[in-house]
């Protein structure tokens, strides 16, 4: 595995996690089973790389966590999105879509004939 | 204040951590159970999903600030325990950076208080003096001072100071009740303390309003004075004084720092016509000391363009006041008060930075012996893990250790050598104001120069140690040989840069020396030993006229005369070889001298005897001649060789074009050459003599005069003695100066290149003790390495002479290679220090000579021990060493 990937991935897994916290503060477990159920089973994150992502995001400021009765009843750490986080997931949203926008231009340029 | 809650409720972060994973994997379990998972199974699969809680934890943990920190810590632990198993190595490394930058941050204390930032006022740094340069002159002869409405146009037509002030300085006579006291004061312009923007210590400045016409007199006063001759009372502030004859109030005491003009007392001087101190006794005109404050980001260049527009006009209303051809030069006051000396600082400066860079390329060398001793150890560290980044961390930690009590020690050093430095440095182009210390800037560059060499030193072996491929290391014996070898040519250039600047400051530590010796063997034309120069300052009404001052001075030098211990005594206006009144001659019947000047002085008959000047030709000044002011006239060969070159001078007659323009002087009157002496320095003592004249002090009464002592006794034992006779005949006469023609002349020219030498001397005095311990370490490491190949060599029959030669060639193969690099360097650098050298060329053989001299056999030393090791290996033990 390339450096350059996992880089990619992490990036691309805080942004997931941004959104997916903005839609309503959740716990972990929520976190991770949401993701898998909105992307149809073609994200499947890894406790290993989520629960770093998550205390460095909290690290960072752009989560806050919150001890909270969960569903269960069972006390578990909900994490909701701070100030700063929705700005920089709106900034991160923004260069993902240019990103997206100009693979997809690259790749459909018609091929010339040879 | 989270975070530090964090830091010390380790165990409660840590048991989150555990509750929060926990809630996710039994989340997991009851989820599976849901989709109808027997219990077991569902435990078993969420396990397997969740794959392994402890190295998520560890991962989470990573993330962290407070782990880094931690491992952070741990790594100083670490430092310290491997640290305090080998005392010897760390002793010597923290030793030889206290040295450095004990050094280096004392000399930049220097550098920083005397030329960075002096001035405790507004603006320091942007403090500015105007002069006109006459363009014609090659010399120093600028003028500094305008008249008073030469100032009102430069004040309010300039367009680059913030602001001007202007002052002149005069003796003030006050009267604190307890009698008549002299002291120096200055007239300022009343926007001066607004300027300087010093705030009072007690009391007020002086303001605008005091400059007003009818304003009452005030003055105000500095701290040495007020506690001084005042006893720092602070009810004296609101007291009136008379203050040169005159009532005026005390207003203000300004701080111990604020030294403006070197004045004690300062009065306010009114612009307007007529105000008190507009005009110098004898209504003559006044000259103000012009100062201004450049606007920020005003260049000194741009200053002098704006300025020499105003002179331009100016020139035309005052023609006489300026040269044909002038120009405008602006100067930094900072620059005007150091002059010459900044060359000298900088210059030490930097031979202290290479200094540092030898004790740093020593501590280098000796880390990166550390690092290849602990190879096995890092090639251990890396295998269980450690990432590189981690590894450098580590190191550059045990070398911020070092540095850090380098540092603390190295500051301890610094305050006890800035102590010594303030005692031999040269009192004269130091300004008043300078508070040189430790203070905060100072600190602050220390702690810079502790990151620096926490780098310098500790990166270098670092990225060599982590460097290649660090497996094979745990397989070797501890001692790779591709190691050894990459590290030996490292350490072999550490060596030989820490030789070649080493021989830098020994050069320039030995151009000093060398300037030192001949300048204590110039030649002055007089003898300066045992003789004993007192300066008189006559206040207004005592001795005005020439002939007062000859019924006064002939009573002063006959009692002096009489004091035991004495030879002889006499008058002088001028003491040479730094003084001289300088003045055009027409000589009678012979013109074409108008381009030349010669300097004169107006002295007793007993001039020549008391400096030991020898008469060449004709007859001295006798008392007869002094006493009725006959124009007669002694002159030096020089005076003789120039103007009559190999006619007899003897009788001829000229006269002095200066003494034309002064009205105190006499007028159109001739000269008669009467005998020629021997030449006597005049221009300083670097720099041959211009011609020279002696003529009768009695020939005006104008100005201030000296008088010289010659002794049999040791001339200080005399000044007490001395003084009171001088007392005795008016006991109003002040003494300005009353010390030793040595230590007058040592003040003047001896000191600063003394300075020089004994800085400079020391540092490299460090620096070769350094460099040497450089390469005996070095070679002795070599030799430890060689142990193996020297027992086999040793096994086949080699001589112990052929080992100690081969051990030999190689130490000093690296001395001459650090011999050739400092050589190179020299030749290039020591020409910054050329204007502190005379006497010697920058590139003096011989001292260059002496310094290899010395650093090839202090080398050889150094490497002679390890070498005679080297042949008492036993082949033996040394094949089973390994």
């Known amino acids: 595995m390339g450096e350059a990937k996992i880089e990619l991935l992490r990036g691309t897994l805080d942004m997931l996690i941004l959104k997916v916290v903005a839609l309503c503060p959740s716990h972990g477990y929520a976190i991770a089973q949401r993701l898998q159920q909105i992307s149809k089973d073609f994200f499947q994150v890894h406790q290993g790389s989520l629960y770093p992502a998550l205390h460095r995001l909290e690290d960072r400021g752009w989560l806050q966590a919150e001890w909270k009765n969960s569903e269960t009843g069972r006390e578990a750490k909900f994490y909701a999105l701070t100030k700063k986080g929705r700005r920089q ?26 | 204040m989270r975070w530090i809650r964090r830091l010390f409720q380790k165990s409660r972060s840590e048991k989150q951590l555990d509750q929060e994973l926990r809630f996710h994997l039994d989340q997991q379990i009851a989820d599976y159970v849901a989709a109808g998972i027997p219990l077991d199974e569902a435990r078993r699969r969420a396990r397997l999903d969740f794959g392994g809680l402890e190295r998520v934890k560890e991962e989470v943990r990573d993330t962290r600030w407070e782990t880094r920190l931690d491992s952070l810590f741990r790594d100083f632990r670490y430092a310290f325990r491997s640290l305090r198993k080998d005392r010897r190595f760390v002793l010597t490394a923290i030793l030889a950076l206290a040295l450095g930058i ?96 010093v705030p009072p210590l007690l009391g007020r400045g002086l303001t605008q309003e005091d400059g007003n016409p009818g304003a009452p007199p005030v003055f105000v006063m500095n701290y040495r004075l007020w506690q001084g001759e005042f006893s720092g009372d602070s009810t004296v502030v609101g007291k009136t004084l008379l203050v040169n004859g005159k009532p005026r109030t005390l207003v203000g005491v300004m701080p ?93 400066l930097a031979a202290v930075f290479m200094l540092l860079l030898i004790a740093c390329s020593n501590i280098a060398s000796l880390l990166l012996a550390r690092a290849t001793v602990r190879q096995r150890e890092i090639a251990i560290r890396a295998s269980l893990g450690a990432s590189r980044g981690r590894l450098i961390r580590q190191l550059l930690v045990e070398s911020f250790v070092l540095s850090a009590g380098g540092c603390a020690l190295g500051c301890w050093f610094a305050y006890f050598g800035l102590k010594e430095l303030m005692a031999i440095i040269p009192q004269g182009p130091l300004p008043d104001e300078a508070d040189v210390g430790l203070n905060a800037a100072v600190l602050l560059f220390a702690l810079g120069i502790t990151v620096l060499t926490t780098i310098l030193n500790g990166l270098t072996p670092a990225l060599h140690t982590v460097r290649g491929d660090l497996y094979p290391r745990l397989t070797a014996s501890g001692k790779s040989v591709s190691g050894d070898f990459r590290h030996g040519r490292l350490r072999a250039g550490l060596v030989i840069v820490e030789v070649a600047l080493s021989i830098v400051l020994l050069a320039g530590a030995g151009l000093l020396m060398r300037t030192c010796f001949a300048l204590a063997h110039v030649d002055l034309g007089y003898k300066s030993k045992n ?86 030709r004709g007859r001295l000044l006798s008392k007869n001649d002094v006493d009725s002011a006959r124009r007669v006239a002694v002159v030096s060969q020089t005076f ?224 002679l021990l390890p070498a005679r090791r080297a042949t008492q290996v036993d082949p033996l033990i040394a094949l089973r060493y390994e």
């Open chain 1, 89 to 114: 997931m709106d900034a991160e949203v923004v260069n993902w879509e240019r990103l997206c926008d100009a693979v997809g231009q690259v790749l459909r340029a018609p091929e010339e004939e040879s």
């Open chain 2, 102 to 197: 004990g050094a280096t941050t004392a000399m930049f204390s220097l550098v920083y208080n005397l030329l960075i930032d002096p001035l405790p006022y507004k603006g320091g740094n942007r403090l500015t003096v105007v002069k006109i340069h006459d363009m014609k002159e090659s010399g120093n002869r600028d003028r500094e001072s305008f008249s008073i409405p030469e100032f009102i146009d430069c004040r309010t037509q300039n367009h680059v100071f913030e602001d001007v002030v202007g002052s002149y300085n005069l003796n003030v006579l006050y009267d604190d009740g307890k009698g008549l006291r002299k002291t120096g004061g200055a007239f300022v312009t009343t926007n001066t303390f607004e300027f300087f923007g």
């Open chain 2, 256 to 348: 111990p720092r604020f030294q403006a003009y070197g004045a004690r007392i300062w009065l306010p001087l009114g612009l307007y016509p007529g105000a008190e101190g507009t005009a110098a006794p004898g209504n003559l005109p006044v000259y103000l000391w012009t100062l201004g404050r450049l606007k920020p980001g005003t260049s000194l260049r741009a200053a002098a363009a704006d300025l020499v527009v105003i002179a331009r006009r100016l020139s035309k209303f005052y023609p006489k006041e300026y040269p044909e051809q002038f120009t405008v030069t602006t100067q930094s006051e900072v620059e005007a008060v150091m002059g010459d000396f900044r060359t000298m600082l900088y210059a030490l």
């Open chain 2, 531 to 616: 003789a004993l120069l007192v300066r008189l300052i006559f206040p207004e009404g005592h001795a005005d006229t020439a002939d007062q001052k000859r019924v006064f001075l002939r009573q002063v030098l006959d009692r002096v005369t009489s004091l035991p211990g004495v030879t002889s005594a006499a008058e002088t206006v001028l003491v040479p070889p730094y003084e001289g009144w300088q003045s055009g001659l027409t000589v009678a019947g012979k013109p074409g001298f108008e381009k030349l000047t010669s300097f004169f002085d107006m002295c007793s008959e007993g001039y020549f005897q008391t400096l030991g000047i020898p008469l060449v």
């Open chain 2, 640 to 863: 003789a060789h120039v103007y009559f070159f190999q006619d007899d001078p003897i009788g001829q007659k000229f006269k002095f074009n200066v003494f034309d323009q002064v009205p105190e002087l006499p007028h159109d009157t001739y000269f008669e050459i009467i005998g020629v002496v021997g030449d006597v320095l005049n221009q300083g003592l670097q720099t041959s003599p211009i011609p020279q004249v002696y003529i009768p002090y009695t020939t005006t009464g104008f100005g201030n005069r000296a008088i010289l002592v010659r002794t049999a006794v040791p001339p200080d034992s005399l000044v007490a003695a001395v003084r009171e006779q001088i007392r005795a005949v008016d006991r109003d006469v002040a003494l300005q100066e009353a010390k030793s023609l040595e230590s007058y002349l040592y003040e003047r020219s001896y000191q600063t290149p003394e300075f020089g030498l004994t800085t400079l001397g020391t540092f490299a005095g460090i620096g070769l003790l350094l460099a040497i311990i450089g390469v005996f370490s070095v070679m002795a490491y070599n030799v430890s390495l060689q142990t193996h190949e020297i027992g086999v060599r040793m096994a086949l029959g080699a001589q112990q002479s052929k080992i100690l030669t081969m051990i030999l060639t190689k130490g000093m193969r690296l001395v001459a290679w650090g011999v050739v690099i400092g050589f190179v360097a020299s030749y290039g650098l020591t020409r910054f220090l050329a204007s502190q050298i005379w006497g010697v060329s920058a590139t003096d053989p011989w001292t260059f000579g002496t310094v290899a001299a010395i650093i090839l056999t202090v080398g050889l030393a150094a490497c």
